[in-house]
């Protein structure tokens, strides 16, 4: 009986063996989670406000707006290009190889929107699309419906 005594009364003290586990554990796992760090590296970005360095040149692309009217007549900044029966639009292809071939050369967008009239026959807008594609100046295109001078 008197070792039973001794064992209830007897103070263990503090265990130093389990605290070591613990920190070795935590050791252990800060080691593994330092070799999955991604290094972070400058990224070069331009913010809004800086000037841009004076070695940069900025370029303006080119503009065009081809109109197309309710009766089917095919214009290019507000200069009338092909007829309404034309079917081959052969000036309005001339033309925008011409300002795509000189874009190209001067190394700047050429930007094409297409502002079509409300009653515009779709084949007809499909047909500039044609057009435009036969004169590789499809990359930039833009819309616009409607919005013809007798709006108020």
Same mark, same amino acid.
């Given at each position: ?16 063996? %389990? !605290? ?6 935590? !050791?252990?796992?800060?080691?593994? !989670? ?18 841009? %360095? ?5 370029? *303006?692309?080119?503009?065009? =707006?081809? &109109?197309?009217?309710? $009766? ?11 007829? %309404? *029966? &034309?079917?081959? +639009? %052969?000036? $309005? $292809? ?9 874009? &190209?050369?001067?190394? =700047?967008? $050429?930007?094409? *929107? ?6 515009? =026959?779709?084949?007809?807008?499909? +047909?500039?699309?044609? *057009? ?9 295109? =833009? ?10």
């Amino acid at each position: 009986m008197k070792a039973q005594d001794n064992q209830r009364g007897a103070d263990l003290g503090f265990q130093i063996a %389990p !605290m070591i586990d613990v920190v070795f554990v935590i !050791m252990l796992f800060f080691m593994v !989670m330092a070799g999955a760090v991604k290094v972070e590296y400058e990224l070069k970005i331009k913010l809004p406000g800086e000037d841009p %360095p004076p070695e940069v040149v900025m370029e *303006t692309p080119d503009e065009l =707006t081809i &109109s197309i009217n309710e $009766l089917g007549q095919v214009a290019i900044n507000d200069s009338n290009v092909d007829g %309404p *029966t &034309s079917k081959e +639009l %052969p000036e $309005l $292809l001339l033309q925008v190889g011409q300002l795509k071939q000189n874009a &190209s050369i001067a190394g =700047t967008k $050429l930007l094409v *929107t297409v502002e079509a009239d409300e009653l515009a =026959t779709y084949d007809r807008i499909a +047909l500039v699309l044609d *057009t435009l594609a036969k004169a590789k100046a499809i990359d930039y295109v =833009t819309f616009a419906v409607g919005g013809g001078e007798g709006e108020g």
